[in-house]
């Protein structure tokens, strides 16, 4: 067993997105532009009620797959091929983009609380200009898994034999939500291939002695086993794993493909109304 060491620590930066909405992102900054597969991560949320009113309207996306998991709250999503979600609390949504979809997400709090994460997948080449397609699930249809101090959310991925909702078959992508009691310790095994990171969302945690800080990402360095030992505050947080691609990265804003002259082609697509092709399949 080689526990994978704190690699590097990548402090959330606010950032407006949207109609002036402030997001905390970690991935897609200049301290770490990308962990292939892996081409973004916001954490969303606020007390404020009005904050968040504005939302996300209509905009595009080429090239990825978005995957949105609402903590606390609720999401509206509709695109421009008439699909429409409803994403409550604990609620999960995969999007692949693939060949085009314009859509919107609106959030509004639900009992004062608003939550959640969007993490942004690469598509490999082959996959780009393939359909889109959604896997949506509620909160209710997640596997969750209690053991001693320890309760796990498998959005993807497998732990102690329980499959995630969400299948991932390009990148294997594993995405736990994880919460441990005051002292006690973790440990999963994880693919030495695969890229993986955590975010400590409440309480706190540490690593082999080191400290996992709160809303930071923490990459994790080469190995094959994640440890993490919460504090006596206990811990919560999401561990995501996924193998990379290695293929060529070139993105411009929305659009995320392997060479410049894809990237042109998906703005005049956009800017001639021919970026959606086809209507989305759901729980692909």
Same mark, same amino acid.
């Given at each position: 067993?080689?526990?994978?060491?704190?690699?590097?620590?990548?402090?959330?930066?606010?950032?407006?997105?949207?109609?002036?909405?402030?997001?905390?992102?970690?991935?897609?900054?200049?301290?770490?532009?990308?962990?292939?597969?892996?081409?973004?991560?916001?954490?969303?949320?606020?007390?404020?009620?009005?904050?968040?009113?504005?939302?996300?309207?209509?905009?595009?996306?080429?090239?990825?797959?978005?995957?949105?998991?609402?903590?606390?709250?609720?999401?509206?999503?509709?695109?421009?091929?008439?699909?429409?979600?409803?994403?409550?609390?604990?609620?999960?949504?995969?999007?692949?983009?693939?060949?085009?979809?314009?859509?919107?997400?609106?959030?509004?709090?639900?009992?004062?609380?608003?939550?959640?994460?969007?993490?942004?997948?690469?598509?490999?080449?082959?996959?780009?200009?393939?359909?889109?397609?959604?896997?949506?699930?509620?909160?209710?249809?997640? #596997?969750?898994?209690?053991? %001693?101090?320890?309760? +796990?959310?498998?959005? &993807?991925?497998?732990? $102690? /034999? *329980?499959?995630?909702?969400?299948?991932?078959?390009?990148?294997?992508?594993?995405?736990?939500?994880?919460?441990?009691?005051?002292?006690?310790?973790?440990?999963?095994?994880? #693919?030495?291939?695969?890229? %993986?990171?955590?975010? +400590?969302?409440?309480? &706190?945690?540490?690593? $082999? /002695? *080191?400290?996992?800080?709160?809303?930071?990402?923490?990459?994790?360095?080469?190995?094959?086993?994640?440890?993490?030992?919460?504090?006596?505050?206990?811990?919560?947080?999401?561990?995501?794993?996924?193998?990379?691609?290695?293929?060529?990265?070139?993105?411009?804003?929305?659009?995320?493909?392997?060479?410049?002259?894809?990237?042109?082609?998906?703005?005049?697509?956009?800017?001639?109304?021919?970026?959606?092709?086809?209507?989305?399949?759901?729980?692909?």
């Amino acid at each position: 067993m080689a526990i994978r060491p704190i690699q590097q620590v990548i402090r959330a930066q606010a950032v407006r997105e949207g109609a002036g909405v402030t997001v905390h992102r970690s991935i897609g900054t200049q301290a770490l532009r990308h962990l292939d597969p892996f081409l973004m991560l916001d954490h969303f949320g606020s007390d404020n009620p009005n904050e968040y009113i504005a939302g996300f309207p209509a905009h595009p996306h080429r090239g990825f797959i978005t995957f949105t998991y609402m903590l606390d709250g609720h999401m509206e999503h509709q695109d421009s091929m008439g699909n429409r979600g409803e994403l409550d609390s604990g609620g999960v949504q995969w999007m692949k983009a693939a060949s085009g979809v314009i859509h919107s997400e609106m959030p509004r709090q639900v009992d004062g609380l608003l939550r959640g994460f969007q993490l942004w997948i690469n598509l490999p080449a082959a996959e780009k200009m393939s359909d889109p397609a959604y896997q949506e699930f509620p909160s209710s249809k997640i #596997p969750e898994v209690e053991t %001693a101090g320890i309760k +796990v959310r498998v959005l &993807a991925g497998e732990y $102690q /034999g *329980q499959a995630g909702v969400i299948r991932d078959p390009n990148t294997q992508v594993c995405y736990l939500d994880v919460r441990l009691e005051a002292g006690v310790e973790f440990n999963l095994p994880v #693919p030495a291939s695969h890229n %993986a990171f955590l975010y +400590v969302f409440e309480g &706190a945690a540490s690593s $082999q /002695g *080191q400290v996992l800080p709160q809303h930071s990402l923490v990459v994790l360095g080469a190995g094959d086993t994640v440890q993490v030992t919460a504090s006596q505050q206990g811990s919560r947080f999401i561990l995501v794993a996924g193998k990379p691609l290695n293929e060529p990265i070139i993105q411009y804003g929305p659009f995320v493909m392997n060479t410049r002259e894809e990237i042109g082609q998906a703005m005049a697509d956009y800017q001639a109304n021919r970026l959606v092709r086809k209507k989305a399949a759901f729980n692909d």
